[in-house]
């Protein structure tokens, strides 16, 4: 075969790649339309980007602030992003980009934001404040700016930051060994009148390791929880990948200072015990309530601690006795799907909440359920009320657009 003919293959069959690829880039555009509730943030799973640690707060002037950060083998897990929305969450919009913030709480605290978390996976304890709604944050450089705690190999999710007893209390973990048998558990708390920003002002708890109870293989992402009695607890996710209903509560002192394990009374039944939650109570019905990855009869006898594709609200009145009221969100595919790692607050009759959420986007859908391709916001209207199982909530009358479905 002569060279030039050999050019005109070549060119040819580039020109015809070329435009292959963009036809298949043409024709592959997202489709969100059957995404459950309103879409915060999108990252395909071919980005290598994955979306984490949901968190949320709401400002003195009505506005909601969401937060999430980035996992994935196309990331160096240490960004997390800001999110507004003026609407209650009907639309959003993206104020910024912190580096070196990671799995960190949202709260509110005499009117000014704050996000309290690590530096990166495994990194320092480091908070930051904002004035501003979310646009402008300060930087963590020294123990008088927000490093709290400079040595490494800290663990925690977005949990609750719990204001009593003139405090603000909440749970971290250590890393001194393999995940996550090798977490010891603690607490960290400071005056609620204090310099947040000043390491001075924050005292730790002793640091509680896992005791090896099988079939159990450690604790993880606390959260502090003020009891009936006015005690305040620690209560964990316990990983267990066979049936995954347990709990692990945690007594912490009066003082901060010293937190405590019973084995023989400290594992609570908590439906979706397993995977990351949220505990909070509520003053009006005096309930404590959470969205869990309850694993739905329908599931059962897979890897419980990866099936995340149900979304189930609970509540107890003493923490210990938990009942499953509602499945609010479910898909009949555990491996590809999830409504997980959710945080959530109450308003007034209404539940609002940010997932991260692994589910189709007509480009392949996410990496795994896991690997959560969206963030998404969703509102449970008239929570209180809902005392249920169905699964189907499209006929739902109080499910509407930008609320959850």
Same mark, same amino acid.
């Given at each position: 075969? !002569?060279?030039?003919?050999?050019?005109?293959?070549?060119?040819?069959?580039?020109?015809?790649?070329?435009?292959?690829?963009?036809?298949?880039?043409?024709?592959?555009?997202?489709?969100?339309?059957?995404?459950?509730?309103?879409?915060?943030?999108?990252?395909?799973?071919?980005?290598?980007?994955?979306?984490?640690?949901?968190? *949320?707060?709401?400002?003195?002037?009505?506005?909601?602030?969401?937060?999430?950060?980035?996992?994935?083998?196309?990331?160096?897990?240490?960004?997390? =992003?800001?999110?507004? =929305?003026?609407?209650?969450?009907?639309? %959003?919009?993206?104020?910024?980009?912190?580096?070196?913030?990671?799995?960190? =709480?949202?709260?509110?605290? &005499?009117?000014?934001?704050?996000?309290? @978390?690590? !530096?990166?996976?495994?990194?320092?304890?480091?908070?930051? &404040?904002?004035?501003?709604?979310?646009?402008?944050?300060?930087?963590?450089?020294?123990?008088?700016?927000?490093?709290?705690?400079?040595?490494?190999?800290?663990?925690?999710?977005?949990?609750?930051?719990?204001?009593?007893?003139?405090?603000?209390?909440?749970?971290?973990?250590?890393?001194?060994?393999?995940?996550?048998?090798?977490?010891?558990?603690?607490?960290?708390?400071?005056?609620?009148?204090?310099?947040?920003? !000043?390491?001075?002002?924050?005292?730790?708890?002793?640091?509680?390791?896992?005791?090896?109870?099988?079939?159990?293989?450690?604790?993880?992402?606390?959260?502090?929880? $003020?009891?009936?009695?006015?005690?305040?607890?620690?209560?964990?996710?316990?990983?267990?990948?066979?049936?995954?209903?347990?709990?692990?509560?945690?007594? *912490?002192?009066?003082?901060?200072?010293?937190?405590?394990? #019973?084995?023989?009374?400290?594992?609570?039944?908590?439906?979706?015990?397993?995977?990351?939650?949220?505990?909070?109570?509520?003053?009006?019905?005096?309930?404590?309530?959470?969205?869990?990855?309850?694993?739905?009869?329908?599931?059962?006898?897979?890897?419980?601690?990866?099936?995340?594709?149900?979304?189930?609200?609970?509540? !107890?009145?003493?923490?210990?006795?938990?009942?499953?009221?509602? $499945?609010?969100?479910?898909?009949? #595919?555990?491996?590809?799907? @999830?409504?997980?790692?959710?945080? %959530?607050?109450?308003?007034?009759?209404?539940?609002?909440?940010?997932?991260?959420?692994?589910?189709? +986007?007509?480009?392949?859908?996410?990496?795994?359920?896991? +690997?959560?391709?969206?963030?998404?916001?969703? &509102?449970?209207?008239?929570?209180?009320?809902?005392?249920?199982?169905?699964? #189907? &909530?499209?006929?739902?009358?109080?499910?509407?657009?930008?609320?959850?479905?």
């Amino acid at each position: 075969m !002569s060279n030039a003919k050999k050019r005109f293959l070549v060119t040819g069959l580039g020109l015809w790649c070329a435009l292959s690829l963009f036809g298949c880039a043409e024709s592959r555009q997202p489709d969100q339309t059957r995404v459950p509730g309103v879409i915060v943030a999108h990252s395909p799973a071919s980005s290598g980007v994955y979306l984490g640690s949901p968190a *949320l707060a709401v400002l003195p002037g009505g506005e909601y602030v969401a937060s999430l950060d980035y996992f994935g083998p196309g990331t160096e897990m240490n960004t997390n =992003s800001i999110y507004r =929305s003026s609407d209650q969450g009907t639309t %959003w919009s993206k104020l910024t980009e912190i580096k070196g913030q990671f799995w960190s =709480s949202l709260f509110v605290h &005499r009117g000014m934001l704050y996000v309290l @978390g690590t !530096s990166k996976r495994y990194g320092s304890i480091v908070i930051r &404040r904002s004035t501003d709604g979310g646009a402008t944050w300060t930087t963590p450089t020294d123990h008088s700016t927000g490093l709290l705690r400079s040595d490494s190999m800290y663990h925690c999710a977005p949990v609750p930051v719990v204001q009593n007893r003139g405090r603000l209390w909440r749970a971290f973990e250590k890393q001194t060994g393999e995940w996550p048998s090798g977490f010891q558990a603690l607490v960290l708390s400071a005056p609620a009148e204090a310099d947040l920003l !000043s390491a001075e002002s924050w005292t730790s708890s002793n640091g509680l390791v896992w005791g090896g109870w099988e079939p159990c293989k450690g604790w993880l992402e606390g959260n502090v929880v $003020v009891t009936p009695e006015g005690t305040l607890v620690n209560i964990l996710r316990v990983h267990e990948r066979v049936r995954g209903g347990k709990a692990a509560m945690m007594t *912490l002192s009066e003082d901060g200072t010293t937190l405590s394990f #019973d084995p023989a009374t400290g594992f609570i039944d908590f439906p979706g015990g397993c995977k990351k939650f949220t505990i909070r109570r509520d003053d009006v019905s005096g309930l404590y309530w959470s969205l869990t990855n309850w694993v739905h009869p329908d599931d059962e006898g897979g890897d419980v601690e990866r099936t995340r594709n149900t979304l189930a609200l609970i509540s !107890s009145s003493d923490l210990r006795h938990w009942l499953i009221r509602s $499945v609010l969100l479910h898909s009949p #595919d555990p491996r590809q799907t @999830g409504f997980q790692y959710v945080d %959530w607050l109450i308003e007034e009759d209404d539940l609002i909440a940010v997932s991260r959420t692994a589910y189709d +986007d007509g480009l392949g859908g996410a990496h795994n359920s896991h +690997d959560a391709n969206y963030l998404t916001f969703h &509102r449970v209207r008239g929570f209180r009320l809902r005392d249920d199982l169905t699964t #189907d &909530r499209t006929s739902d009358p109080s499910v509407e657009p930008g609320g959850l479905r």
